[in-house]
């Protein structure tokens, strides 16, 4: 029997569920700790016809990034958004990075503003599902058919718009062990600047519900708290203070817990984890990228995308809490 439903997801830590969008340094400028969007539309219409529309031009055709000292009056008076950095400490960060570093991937938009789209969330949760289903003996031997089915019963709409309030700018790094089992770690490639839902944002929409799927959702956070508990285990053993009081708050949440959109990395997105792991490594051995990985003595996968908050490793992107309440 199906029931009709209104879900929420609350955001436990930074969420980016982004549309592949990025705002490029020429269209934004950093200024009051905040990453202000200029409205070019506005400018080319305020500068048509002046003689500083040539100039204008000219420095979008050459820079990488506008000057602030010929541009800075623009991002004060035609910014169509102003979001805020995640902490003051960001700015020196910003300006010290590289022109290619600092194009700001953006959170999934639709005509009435910000939107948590279902396939997010949907996709999470089969992927948990499907974790918690299959035995370590059906991996190994490919026999998990019908895994299509899973939530076949479970029916959501795009979540409701969250306030623009709700967003920040964050700073993410990937870190990895310097030695295995040390505590020392390298941080790997370049940094990245991600526009994120902040913790306590809530999305909600409508949806229904087989009476039948709510144990199935029980053990698709149990599947996901397996992916939690390894990164609190990746915290505690590189001694990141910060980022293990953030995760075992996580991990005191009741509900449903997911993994979702960017940042999540392999174990997020995989159900070869712990015992699986072994009974899916001849599979993975043949991919070049987790071949190589597989043949060193480190973990797999050794590394874990980390958001700074305060200047310090402080959360990892992505956890959220599912909930609903029946409406019949």
């Given at each position: 029997?199906?029931i009709?439903?209104r879900?929420?997801v609350t955001v436990?830590?930074p969420?980016?569920v ?7 340094p020429?269209d ?9 969007v200029l ?6 219409r305020r500068l048509?016809?002046?003689p500083?529309m040539?100039?204008?031009?000219a420095e979008?055709?050459r820079a990488?990034?506008?000057?602030f000292?010929?541009w800075?009056g ?5 910014a169509?958004?102003r979001?805020?950095?995640e902490?003051a400490?960001?700015v020196?960060l910003?300006e010290?990075?590289?022109?290619e570093e600092?194009?700001?991937p953006t ?5 009435q503003g ?5 396939t997010?969330i949907?996709?999470a949760l ?9 035995t ?6 490919s ?8 939530l076949h019963g ?8 969250a306030g623009e ?6 700073y993410s790094?990937?870190a990895?062990?310097?030695?295995p ?10 940094p990245?600047?991600v526009?994120c ?7 909600s929409g409508r949806?229904?519900l087989?009476e039948?799927l ?8 149990g599947?996901?708290r397996q ?6 285990q990746?915290?505690a053993?590189h001694?990141?203070?910060k980022l293990?009081q953030?995760?075992?708050a996580?991990?005191?949440?009741d509900?449903?817990?997911l ?6 990395g392999?174990?997020?997105k ?8 072994v009974?899916a490594?001849?599979?993975l051995?043949?991919?070049p990228?987790?071949?190589q990985a ?5 973990a797999?996968?050794?590394?874990q ?9 402080g959360?990892?992107?992505?956890w ?5 309440d029946r409406?019949?």
């Open positions: 029997m199906s009709p439903i879900w929420r436990l830590t969420t980016l982004g549309d592949g969008k990025r705002l490029a020429i934004y400028m950093v200024w009051k700790d905040q990453v202000n409205d070019q539309s506005l400018i080319f048509a016809g002046t500083r040539d100039g204008y031009l979008l055709s990488k990034r506008l000057d000292k010929s800075g623009y991002a004060q008076s035609y169509v958004r979001i805020p950095l902490s400490g960001l020196a910003w010290s990075a590289k022109d600092i194009f700001i959170f999934h938009a639709g005509p910000k939107i948590l789209p279902a997010a949907k996709g089969k992927t948990a599902l499907l974790g918690a289903q299959v370590v003996d059906q991996l190994a031997s026999r998990h058919q019908g895994s299509g089915k899973l479970l029916r959501l709409g795009d979540g409701s718009p309030e709700q967003y920040k700018v964050y790094r990937v990895a062990p310097v030695k089992g040390g505590a020392e770690v390298r941080w790997k490639s370049a990245t600047f526009e839902a902040a913790p306590g944002t809530v999305f949806g229904s087989d039948d709510a144990n199935d959702l029980a053990a698709a956070s599947h996901s992916t939690l508990d390894r990164q609190r990746f915290a053993t001694r990141m203070s293990a953030t995760l075992d996580v991990a005191a949440s509900g449903c817990l993994s979702i959109g960017w940042g999540g392999f174990v997020s995989s159900i070869a984890t712990g015992p699986r792991l009974a490594r001849a599979v051995e043949t991919v990228g987790y071949r597989l043949a060193t003595a480190f797999f996968p050794k590394s995308r980390i958001l700074h908050l305060g200047g310090e490793p959360t990892v992107p992505g959220v809490r599912l909930d609903y409406l019949g």
